[in-house]
């Protein structure tokens, strides 16, 4: 959403969280009961099998973004449902947590061995086991969300790490970092090209946060050549000058001798002209909660958005940061 946002294709309150579908297996009607009603509400939908082969046929049309799993169930137990679960395509990437009445620590090893990825014993903690849901299911977007150029969370944890500081509280900043001219730079040097000029860039970004940032900075990738640094007001000016920094004077090694001589390249346009485009430089707008309350990340999204043109309009590389005093 937050890339949607900024590109003015969905309105600041347009999405709908989604529900998340958790599959409950277990032979006990009342287990499976008691997990039912401490999940029931808006944020999960749950669904249920009595039994292992059940679960698997289940997996197959659900497709849940989560299963707490019994181990100790009759014909097709627990152990074996995580294996063949984990050899699908399709479910292997969904996070499981085992159940049992078994708390010896072979048997949990033993539980892991199969793939899965948390192991509670019985009786366990109605509460405990809601958090831990929630913990996986958070990993679980993260990791399917990260980019594979760079590494970095995507939109959903960006959201989130924007959300939590709302709700704590927190006094935040948000630096919203583009690339200018890069899809002229694309069109000329080539994909591979680009993606060299995205990691470099991803990497400028995580030297000035190691260097001027906090360890609880934020770093994340909305996608092409859109970065995210969530951290405080007071950090938020060096963090972009030094990511400029870093940018500008690596920038020239990624074009031809021709290019960086002339200090641009010839490319076609959006309308099929052919131009000259200088050499890429980068914009990053800084919106913030120090004089405004911002309390929704599509707020933050929509202000970077005014930011960003700003910021894209003057020469050369530039960060600017939100100046109003006002909600």
Do not use: W
């Not at 583009?178 to 899809?183: G, I």
């Not at 000259?276 to 911002?294: C, D, G, K, Q, W």
């Amino acid at each position: 959403m937050f890339d949607e946002i900024l590109r003015g294709e969905v309105s600041l309150r347009g999405e709908k969280r989604k529900q998340h579908k958790i599959l409950v297996v277990d032979d006990d009607p009342n287990i499976r009961e008691l997990i039912v009603e401490t999940l029931n509400g808006d944020k999960y939908k749950t669904v249920e099998a009595r039994d292992g082969m059940e679960a698997l046929q289940m997996c197959e049309v659900e497709r849940p973004d989560i299963v707490v799993l019994d181990v100790m169930m009759p014909d097709l137990d627990g152990l074996e449902v995580c294996l063949r679960l984990r050899g699908e395509a399709l479910t292997k990437h969904i996070p499981i947590i085992l159940l049992t009445a078994k708390g010896l620590l072979e048997d949990k090893i033993r539980g892991m061995d199969t793939g899965a990825d948390d192991y509670m014993t019985k009786p366990f903690d109605p509460l405990e086991l809601e958090a831990r849901i929630s913990m996986h299911l958070r990993r679980s977007i993260r990791d399917g969300e990260a980019s594979p150029l760079t590494g970095l969370p995507g939109n959903r944890a960006i959201e989130e790490a924007i959300e939590s500081r709302i709700n704590a509280g927190l006094k935040f900043a948000v630096c919203y970092i583009d690339l200018d001219e890069f899809k002229a730079y694309n069109d000329r040097y080539g994909f591979h090209a680009g993606s060299g000029v995205i990691k470099m860039t991803s990497e400028a970004i995580l030297e000035a946060v190691d260097k001027y940032g906090d360890p609880e900075d934020f770093i994340g990738h909305i996608g092409g050549d859109d970065f995210i640094v969530v951290t405080e007001m007071e950090r938020a000016p060096l963090l972009s000058q030094e990511i400029i920094r870093l940018f500008d004077r690596r920038i020239p090694e990624h074009y031809e001798n021709e290019d960086r001589e002339r200090g641009a390249i010839v490319s076609t346009d959006r309308q099929g002209n052919i131009n000259e485009f200088p050499i890429m430089t980068i914009s990053i707008a800084i919106t913030h909660n120090t004089y405004r309350n911002l309390d929704h990340p599509g707020k933050v999204a929509q202000i970077a958005a005014e930011l960003k043109k700003y910021a894209k309009s003057m020469e050369g590389s530039n960060f600017v940061f939100d100046r109003r005093r006002r909600d």
